[in-house]
T-cell receptor, first 115, second 108 residues
Framework: NAGVMQNPRHLVRRRGQEARLRCSPM?????VYWYRQLPEEGLKFMVY????????ESGMPKERFSAEFPKEGPSILRIQQVVRGDSAAYFC?????????????FGQGTRLTVV | GIQVEQSPPDLILQEGANSTLRCNFS?????LQWFHQNPWGQLINLFY???GTKQNGRLSATTVATERYSLLYISSSQTTDSGVYFC??????????FGAGTRLTVKP
Protein backbone atom coordinates (compact mmCIF):
# COMPACT_ATOMS: atom_id res chain seq x y z
CA ASN A 1 0.00 0.00 0.00
CA ALA A 2 2.51 2.54 -1.20
CA GLY A 3 1.98 6.19 -0.46
CA VAL A 4 2.67 9.09 -2.77
CA MET A 5 6.02 8.55 -4.44
CA GLN A 6 8.16 11.40 -5.67
CA ASN A 7 11.43 11.06 -7.50
CA PRO A 8 14.10 11.99 -7.52
CA ARG A 9 14.43 13.03 -3.86
CA HIS A 10 17.29 15.36 -4.71
CA LEU A 11 18.05 16.92 -8.08
CA VAL A 12 20.95 19.18 -9.02
CA ARG A 13 20.79 21.08 -12.26
CA ARG A 14 23.02 23.72 -13.85
CA ARG A 15 21.45 26.98 -14.91
CA GLY A 16 19.75 26.57 -18.28
CA GLN A 17 19.10 22.83 -17.96
CA GLU A 18 15.71 21.18 -17.67
CA ALA A 19 14.34 19.64 -14.47
CA ARG A 20 11.71 16.88 -14.55
CA LEU A 21 10.03 16.00 -11.28
CA ARG A 22 7.82 12.92 -11.03
CA CYS A 23 4.92 12.14 -8.75
CA SER A 24 3.10 8.81 -8.58
CA PRO A 25 -0.16 9.22 -6.65
CA MET A 26 -1.50 6.76 -4.13
CA UNK A 27 -3.38 3.81 -5.60
CA UNK A 28 -6.92 4.84 -6.49
CA UNK A 29 -6.18 8.58 -6.42
CA UNK A 30 -6.91 10.59 -9.53
CA UNK A 31 -6.13 14.12 -8.29
CA VAL A 32 -2.61 15.53 -8.02
CA TYR A 33 -1.46 18.85 -6.56
CA TRP A 34 1.98 20.43 -6.84
CA TYR A 35 3.38 22.93 -4.31
CA ARG A 36 6.68 24.77 -4.02
CA GLN A 37 8.34 25.54 -0.69
CA LEU A 38 11.25 27.89 -0.19
CA PRO A 39 13.34 27.52 2.99
CA GLU A 40 11.51 28.74 6.10
CA GLU A 41 8.38 29.50 4.06
CA GLY A 42 4.96 27.95 3.50
CA LEU A 43 3.57 25.79 0.72
CA LYS A 44 2.82 27.80 -2.38
CA PHE A 45 0.21 26.29 -4.70
CA MET A 46 1.34 25.72 -8.26
CA VAL A 47 -1.07 23.44 -10.14
CA TYR A 48 -3.95 21.01 -9.61
CA UNK A 49 -4.51 18.20 -12.10
CA UNK A 50 -6.89 15.35 -12.64
CA UNK A 51 -6.14 12.53 -15.06
CA UNK A 52 -5.40 14.12 -18.48
CA UNK A 53 -6.72 17.53 -17.34
CA UNK A 54 -5.29 20.64 -15.75
CA UNK A 55 -7.97 21.95 -13.39
CA UNK A 56 -6.20 24.97 -11.90
CA GLU A 57 -2.75 26.27 -12.89
CA SER A 58 -3.18 29.73 -11.42
CA GLY A 59 -0.09 29.34 -9.21
CA MET A 60 2.29 28.24 -11.89
CA PRO A 61 4.58 30.72 -13.67
CA LYS A 62 3.49 31.10 -17.28
CA GLU A 63 6.97 30.68 -18.67
CA ARG A 64 9.31 27.72 -18.32
CA PHE A 65 6.95 25.67 -16.10
CA SER A 66 4.54 22.98 -17.26
CA ALA A 67 2.73 20.04 -15.71
CA GLU A 68 0.93 16.99 -16.95
CA PHE A 69 -0.86 13.98 -15.53
CA PRO A 70 -1.30 11.46 -18.34
CA LYS A 71 -3.79 8.62 -18.41
CA GLU A 72 -0.97 6.21 -17.67
CA GLY A 73 2.10 6.98 -15.60
CA PRO A 74 3.11 9.60 -13.07
CA SER A 75 2.43 13.29 -13.01
CA ILE A 76 5.37 15.32 -14.29
CA LEU A 77 6.34 18.86 -13.33
CA ARG A 78 8.77 20.22 -15.91
CA ILE A 79 10.93 23.29 -15.44
CA GLN A 80 12.81 24.43 -18.53
CA GLN A 81 15.95 26.59 -18.51
CA VAL A 82 16.21 26.53 -14.73
CA VAL A 83 17.49 29.57 -12.84
CA ARG A 84 18.88 29.83 -9.31
CA GLY A 85 15.51 31.13 -8.06
CA ASP A 86 13.93 27.79 -8.94
CA SER A 87 15.90 26.14 -6.12
CA ALA A 88 13.28 24.90 -3.67
CA ALA A 89 11.49 21.82 -2.37
CA TYR A 90 8.66 20.69 -4.62
CA PHE A 91 5.93 18.64 -3.00
CA CYS A 92 3.12 16.77 -4.61
CA UNK A 93 -0.06 15.51 -2.97
CA UNK A 94 -2.77 13.19 -4.22
CA UNK A 95 -6.38 12.61 -3.31
CA UNK A 96 -9.39 10.61 -4.38
CA UNK A 97 -12.10 11.98 -6.66
CA UNK A 98 -14.77 11.23 -4.05
CA UNK A 99 -15.93 14.47 -2.40
CA UNK A 100 -16.77 12.60 0.78
CA UNK A 101 -13.30 11.13 1.05
CA UNK A 102 -10.90 13.61 -0.50
CA UNK A 103 -8.15 13.45 2.13
CA UNK A 104 -4.87 14.45 0.54
CA UNK A 105 -1.53 12.77 1.22
CA PHE A 106 1.91 14.14 0.45
CA GLY A 107 5.03 12.67 -1.02
CA GLN A 108 8.44 13.29 0.53
CA GLY A 109 9.28 16.04 -1.90
CA THR A 110 11.99 16.71 -4.45
CA ARG A 111 14.69 19.13 -3.44
CA LEU A 112 15.91 20.98 -6.50
CA THR A 113 19.23 22.80 -6.38
CA VAL A 114 20.26 24.95 -9.32
CA VAL A 115 23.97 25.67 -9.49
CA GLY B 1 -9.36 33.23 -4.39
CA ILE B 2 -9.91 31.88 -0.92
CA GLN B 3 -7.75 33.27 1.91
CA VAL B 4 -6.42 31.05 4.68
CA GLU B 5 -4.89 32.70 7.74
CA GLN B 6 -3.14 30.92 10.58
CA SER B 7 -2.23 32.26 13.98
CA PRO B 8 0.05 32.65 15.74
CA PRO B 9 2.86 32.58 13.17
CA ASP B 10 5.37 31.46 15.81
CA LEU B 11 4.94 29.75 19.15
CA ILE B 12 7.53 28.75 21.73
CA LEU B 13 6.47 26.42 24.54
CA GLN B 14 8.03 24.67 27.45
CA GLU B 15 7.65 20.90 27.38
CA GLY B 16 4.38 19.90 29.04
CA ALA B 17 2.49 23.07 28.13
CA ASN B 18 -0.76 23.18 26.14
CA SER B 19 -1.43 25.27 23.04
CA THR B 20 -4.16 26.24 20.59
CA LEU B 21 -3.48 26.99 16.92
CA ARG B 22 -6.09 28.73 14.80
CA CYS B 23 -7.00 28.63 11.12
CA ASN B 24 -9.45 31.15 9.62
CA PHE B 25 -10.72 30.94 6.06
CA SER B 26 -12.56 33.47 3.96
CA UNK B 27 -15.14 31.36 2.13
CA UNK B 28 -17.13 28.16 2.35
CA UNK B 29 -15.06 25.01 2.14
CA UNK B 30 -15.82 21.38 1.46
CA UNK B 31 -13.22 20.13 3.85
CA LEU B 32 -10.21 21.00 5.94
CA GLN B 33 -6.98 19.22 6.85
CA TRP B 34 -4.26 19.80 9.43
CA PHE B 35 -0.67 18.76 8.66
CA HIS B 36 2.55 18.71 10.65
CA GLN B 37 5.79 19.34 8.82
CA ASN B 38 8.56 17.86 10.94
CA PRO B 39 12.12 19.24 11.05
CA TRP B 40 13.10 16.81 8.26
CA GLY B 41 10.51 18.32 5.94
CA GLN B 42 8.00 15.49 5.91
CA LEU B 43 4.32 16.47 5.81
CA ILE B 44 2.31 14.28 8.17
CA ASN B 45 -1.49 14.10 8.11
CA LEU B 46 -3.02 15.01 11.44
CA PHE B 47 -6.73 15.54 10.85
CA TYR B 48 -9.22 15.52 8.00
CA UNK B 49 -12.06 17.47 9.58
CA UNK B 50 -14.87 19.26 7.68
CA UNK B 51 -16.79 19.94 10.90
CA GLY B 52 -17.04 18.87 14.50
CA THR B 53 -14.27 17.62 16.76
CA LYS B 54 -11.77 14.80 16.42
CA GLN B 55 -9.15 13.57 18.84
CA ASN B 56 -5.97 11.58 18.33
CA GLY B 57 -3.93 11.11 21.48
CA ARG B 58 -2.68 14.45 22.75
CA LEU B 59 -3.97 16.26 19.68
CA SER B 60 -7.50 17.29 18.90
CA ALA B 61 -9.11 19.52 16.29
CA THR B 62 -12.39 21.38 15.99
CA THR B 63 -13.82 22.91 12.83
CA VAL B 64 -16.77 25.30 12.89
CA ALA B 65 -17.49 25.57 9.18
CA THR B 66 -20.37 28.04 9.58
CA GLU B 67 -18.02 30.49 11.31
CA ARG B 68 -15.10 29.67 8.99
CA TYR B 69 -12.44 28.58 11.43
CA SER B 70 -10.68 25.54 12.78
CA LEU B 71 -8.63 25.02 15.94
CA LEU B 72 -5.85 22.54 16.65
CA TYR B 73 -5.17 21.73 20.30
CA ILE B 74 -1.91 20.25 21.48
CA SER B 75 -1.82 19.11 25.09
CA SER B 76 1.20 18.17 27.20
CA SER B 77 3.54 19.20 24.39
CA GLN B 78 6.73 17.26 23.73
CA THR B 79 9.92 18.25 21.92
CA THR B 80 8.91 15.94 19.08
CA ASP B 81 5.87 18.18 18.46
CA SER B 82 8.22 20.88 17.13
CA GLY B 83 7.84 21.82 13.49
CA VAL B 84 5.37 23.72 11.37
CA TYR B 85 1.62 23.13 11.52
CA PHE B 86 -0.33 23.85 8.36
CA CYS B 87 -4.04 23.94 7.76
CA UNK B 88 -5.34 23.37 4.24
CA UNK B 89 -8.83 24.00 2.94
CA UNK B 90 -10.48 22.00 0.17
CA UNK B 91 -13.00 23.99 -1.84
CA UNK B 92 -14.58 24.25 -5.29
CA UNK B 93 -13.66 21.24 -7.40
CA UNK B 94 -11.41 19.70 -4.73
CA UNK B 95 -8.94 22.56 -5.07
CA UNK B 96 -6.67 22.85 -2.01
CA UNK B 97 -4.99 25.91 -0.48
CA PHE B 98 -2.70 26.26 2.52
CA GLY B 99 -2.25 28.78 5.28
CA ALA B 100 1.24 30.14 5.99
CA GLY B 101 1.65 27.83 8.97
CA THR B 102 2.43 28.10 12.67
CA ARG B 103 6.03 27.34 13.60
CA LEU B 104 6.08 25.56 16.97
CA THR B 105 9.20 25.14 19.08
CA VAL B 106 8.94 23.01 22.20
CA LYS B 107 11.84 23.42 24.60
CA PRO B 108 12.90 20.69 27.05
Amino acid sequence: NAGVMQNPRHLVRRRGQEARLRCSPMKGHSHVYWYRQLPEEGLKFMVYLQKENIIDESGMPKERFSAEFPKEGPSILRIQQVVRGDSAAYFCASSSYMPTNAEAFFGQGTRLTVV
Amino acid sequence: GIQVEQSPPDLILQEGANSTLRCNFSDSVNNLQWFHQNPWGQLINLFYIPSGTKQNGRLSATTVATERYSLLYISSSQTTDSGVYFCAVIYNNNDMRFGAGTRLTVKP
